[in-house]
C-alpha cells in the first residue's frame, strides 16, 4: 500500500467502521417502531380517505391490531364508504368482502335489512361459481357477518367444501379454477381460509374425513417451505409467472392465514414441525419495518395470527443490547417474549456455552439466568463467565417450567445471539528508533506512550531503517489483534504513504528500509510526520494518533524517476472567499455653467410663447364649443387628450425613455382618433346644416 496516496483522513473513516462495525441484525417483537411506520404508510389523504375498499380495509385492521387511535377518529367516513358499497346492487363477492370487514372491525352498526341482502348476494354467489378466489370472498363475507352477530347459516356448507377441494393438488398447492394449470401456493392459503369459514358456517358436522385429507394436504404443504441457514422459514411460489406471483411475504402471509384459521375451527391437533412455526415467526420479524402498506398489512396481520393460534404461540428470544463492556461491567439481558412482545408464560432461560468467531468453545457451563420482574427480562454478570474482549455466539437453551400450560408455546429450544465484548485494550512496550541498514545497530530509540500525546523528533538517511513495535493487551492479559493498525507517513508537500503494521503472537512490529522505499518515497527528502492508528469494533480506545516526525535525507532523483502525483483539489475550495476586485471609475466630464443651461432652457420656451401669441392674433375663442351634453363631453376629452400629449412631451423629457414614451403615446393616439372623430362629426354636421339653411 505504500506510495498510493490515501483520501484525506482515511485512517480515520477505516476506524470509524471498525469501531461501529454492525452487528447481525436482531429478530426483536413488534415496537413502536412498527406503529409509527404504520401510521406514516397509511396515512389517509387530504379527505380523510384510504383509497379502494382494500386499502381501507387494510389500514383500519393494522392500525386495530397494533392499538393505534387512528382508525376510530376515521371511522364515520370508512363506514359510510363501506356501507354505500353493502347498499349498491352493482358490487362485487370482493367489495361486500372488505365492506364487511370494515364494518366488523370498526363497529359500524350496520343495519340488518342491508346484511340479509348481502347474505342473499353471497350465498348466490356461491352456488354459482367454481372460481376460488369467488368462493374466498362470499365465504369470507358470510364469516364476518355472522361474527358481528347476525344469524349466518350455509346449509349446503359439505357441497361447498367439496367444490373447493377439488381445485386442491397433490402437492397441498390449489388451483385458482377448474380451468387453471398451474396450482400456486398463495391459492393454498385462501383455499385453507375459505374452508376454515365453511366449517365455522356449517349448519352440521362437515365430514371428518374430508377434514383429515385436507389436514393431510397441510403436511404435504408444509413439506415445500423453503428455508435460510439462521432457521428462517418462507413460502414461495413454485412457477413465477408476472400475473400470479405474489412474492415471499404474500405468499407466507396466505398460507399461515390459512394454516392458523383452519386449525381454529377443527378438532385434534395438526402435524405441523413447532421449528417451522418459529421459523415463519422469524422471517415475519426479520423483514423489520416494512417499505411499503402492503406488505406492513400482511407482516402485522400475519404476527397476530400467530400470536393468537392453537398450534403453536412462537416465543421470541431476542437481546436489548448486543455489545457488553467489560469496562462498565454490564449485564448479559435476555428478552423472551411473543411476537407482539406481550408477556410470556413462565420460562426457564439457560446459558449453554458461548462460542469464539473461529466457533471455538470458550465456555461451556450451564447456568441458569436470573429474572428481573421489575424489568421482565432475564440477565446473568459476564465477568464471572471470564469472557475477554471480541465476538461472541452465545447459546440460550429455553425451557417452560409450566408444560401443562394450555397454550402451546414453542421456544426453538436453543437459540443462539451473537455479541461483542468490548473493553479497555493496554498499549504497552511501545518504542520508534532508528537503525543502520547493514548491521541493524540501533543509533537511538525511543520510548513512546501511545495513550497519550507524547510525539518524537527523528532523523535518518536512505540507508538507514525505522523500527516500530508495540505490545497490545486485554483486560484479561491475552495478546489482542485489532482489525487495522497502519503507520502513516506524510511529506510536508502532501504526499502520503500508509503502511500496515503486521502483528505476531508478541507483538505488532514494523521495519521501513529507505533504501527499497526511495523510489515510493518519489526521492522525496524533508520532514515526514508519522502517525499510528489502531482500531477494532471490540477496543473501546481506538486511537489516531501523531507519534511524531522524521527527518529524512533520501538521494537526489534520476533523469527517469516517477514523479509524485499531483495533490487532489478541495472541491469545496471553489466556495471559499475570492480575491478582491478593485475599480476605479472614470472622472465626470466637465459641465457647463449653471447661467448658460437656464438661458438655453428659456430659448426652448419661445417657440411655445410664440404659439399662445399666434392663437390670440388669429382670434381663437370657445364660440364653436359644442352644447349638447354628449358631443360637449367628447370635445373635452379630445382637448384632455392633447393635453396629455404635451404632458407626456414633457415627462419625456424629464423622465422616461423613448420606449416607453412610445408606448403611451400609441395608447393616447388611439384615444385621440376615437374622441376627435366624434368631435370632428359633430361639427362638420352642425357647418353643413347652417349652410342649407
Not at 404461540?313 to 449485564?331: A, C, H
Amino acid at each position: 500500500m505504500a506510495g498510493k496516496r490515501p483520501a484525506p483522513a482515511a485512517m480515520l473513516l477505516v476506524l470509524l467502521a471498525a469501531a461501529f462495525a454492525p452487528i447481525s441484525s436482531a429478530v426483536r417483537p413488534v415496537s413502536d417502531a412498527h406503529r409509527s411506520a404504520a401510521a406514516e404508510l397509511f396515512a389517509p389523504s387530504a379527505d380523510g380517505s384510504f383509497g379502494d375498499l382494500e386499502s381501507t380495509y387494510e389500514a383500519v385492521r393494522t392500525f386495530q391490531i397494533l392499538g393505534l387511535e387512528n382508525y376510530k377518529s376515521l371511522s364515520g367516513k370508512a363506514c359510510k364508504f363501506a356501507a354505500e358499497n353493502l347498499a349498491s346492487p352493482g358490487s362485487t363477492a370482493k367489495d361486500l368482502f372488505h365492506a364487511v370487514r370494515i364494518s366488523g372491525v370498526l363497529g359500524c352498526g350496520d343495519d340488518a335489512r342491508v346484511y340479509d341482502g348481502v347474505v342473499a348476494k353471497l350465498k348466490a354467489v356461491i352456488k354459482d361459481t367454481n372460481s376460488l378466489l369467488e368462493f374466498y370472498y362470499s365465504v369470507g363475507g358470510l364469516l364476518s357477518i355472522k361474527e358481528q352477530g347476525h344469524n349466518v347459516v350455509l346449509s349446503d356448507a359439505e357441497s361447498t367444501f367439496h367444490a373447493i377441494k377439488a381445485l386442491s393438488q397433490s402437492d397441498g398447492r390449489w388451483r385458482y379454477d377448474t380451468n387453471s394449470a398451474e396450482s400456486s401456493t398463495f391459492a393454498a392459503g385462501i383455499a385453507l381460509e375459505a374452508l376454515a369459514g365453511i366449517v365455522s358456517l356449517a349448519d352440521a358436522e362437515v365430514d371428518p374425513s374430508m377434514v383429515g385429507v385436507v389436514k393431510n394436504d397441510i403436511v404435504k404443504l408444509f413439506d415445500t417451505i423453503k428455508s435460510y441457514d439462521d432457521g428462517t422459514f418462507y413460502f414461495d411460489e413454485k412457477h413465477v409467472d408476472a400475473t400470479e406471483y405474489k412474492g415471499p411475504i404474500k405468499t407466507s402471509a396466505s398460507v399461515l392465514q390459512g394454516v392458523t384459521s383452519f386449525a381454529a375451527v377443527v378438532s385434534g391437533k395438526l402435524n405441523i414441525p413447532a421449528e417451522k412455526i418459529l421459523g415463519l415467526a422469524k422471517f415475519f420479524l426479520g423483514i423489520g419495518l416494512p417499505g411499503s402498506a402492503k406488505d406492513c398489512f400482511n407482516q402485522i396481520e400475519s404476527l397476530s395470527f400467530l400470536e393468537n393460534n392453537r398450534v403453536f404461540v412462537p416465543l421470541i428470544l431476542s437481546l436489548p443490547s448486543k455489545v457488553f463492556s467489560l469496562t462498565s461491567k454490564d449485564q448479559l439481558k435476555v428478552e423472551v417474549t411473543t411476537v407482539f412482545g406481550s408477556a410470556a408464560p413462565s420460562l426457564k432461560v439457560n446459558l449453554v456455552q458461548v462460542l469464539g468467531s473461529d466457533s471455538k468453545v470458550i465456555t461451556s457451563e450451564n447456568k441458569e439466568l436470573q429474572y428481573d420482574l421489575d424489568n421482565k427480562v432475564h440477565y446473568l454478570d459476564i465477568a464471572p463467565l471470564k469472557i475477554d474482549v471480541g465476538k461472541y455466539s452465545i447459546v440460550f437453551e429455553i425451557s417452560l417450567q409450566e408444560p401443562e400450560h394450555e397454550t402451546v408455546y414453542v421456544t426453538g429450544g436453543r437459540n443462539t445471539e451473537s455479541v461483542i465484548v468490548t473493553g479497555l485494550i493496554k498499549v504497552n512496550k511501545a518504542e520508534i528508533g532508528i537503525s543502520d541498514n547493514d548491521a541493524g545497530t540501533v543509533e537511538s530509540v525511543q520510548k513512546l506512550d501511545l495513550l497519550k500525546d507524547t510525539k518524537v523528533s527523528l532523523s535518518a538517511y536512505h540507508l538507514q531503517k525505522l523500527r516500530l513495535s508495540f505490545q497490545l493487551t486485554t483486560p484479561l492479559g491475552h495478546t489482542f489483534k485489532p482489525h487495522q493498525v497502519f503507520l502513516k507517513l506524510k511529506h510536508e508537500s502532501k504526499v502520503e504513504h500508509l503502511f500496515v503494521v503486521p502483528g505476531s503472537a508478541r507483538q505488532f512490529k514494523i521495519v521501513l528500509d529507505f533504501l527499497g522505499l526511495v523510489e515510493k518515497f518519489y526521492y522525496l527528502s524533508g520532514r515526514y510526520d508519522l502517525e499510528l492508528a489502531v482500531g477494532d469494533a471490540a477496543m473501546e480506545n481506538s486511537f489516531l494518533r501523531p507519534v511524531g516526525h522524521l527527518e529524512l535525507d533520501l538521494p537526489e532523483a534520476p533523469e527517469k524517476a516517477p514523479r509524485p502525483p499531483a495533490q487532489a483539489v478541495d472541491p469545496f475550495s471553489k466556495f471559499g472567499p475570492k480575491a478582491e476586485i478593485s475599480h476605479i471609475f472614470r472622472a465626470p466630464e466637465k459641465r457647463p455653467p449653471k447661467e448658460l443651461s437656464l438661458a438655453f432652457m428659456g430659448l426652448t420656451l419661445l417657440p411655445f410663447i410664440g404659439f399662445l401669441i399666434g392663437l390670440v392674433r388669429l382670434g381663437v375663442n370657445l364660440k364653436n364649443f359644442p352644447s349638447l351634453p354628449g358631443p360637449a363631453a367628447f370635445a373635452s376629452l379630445f382637448h384632455a387628450g392633447i393635453g396629455a400629449v404635451l404632458l407626456l412631451y414633457v415627462l419625456f423629457w424629464l423622465k422616461l425613455d423613448l420606449f416607453t414614451t412610445l408606448k403611451y403615446l400609441g395608447f393616447l393616439g388611439i384615444f385621440l382618433v376615437f374622441v376627435g372623430h366624434r368631435t370632428l362629426s359633430y361639427l362638420s354636421s352642425v357647418s353643413t346644416k347652417q349652410k342649407t339653411a
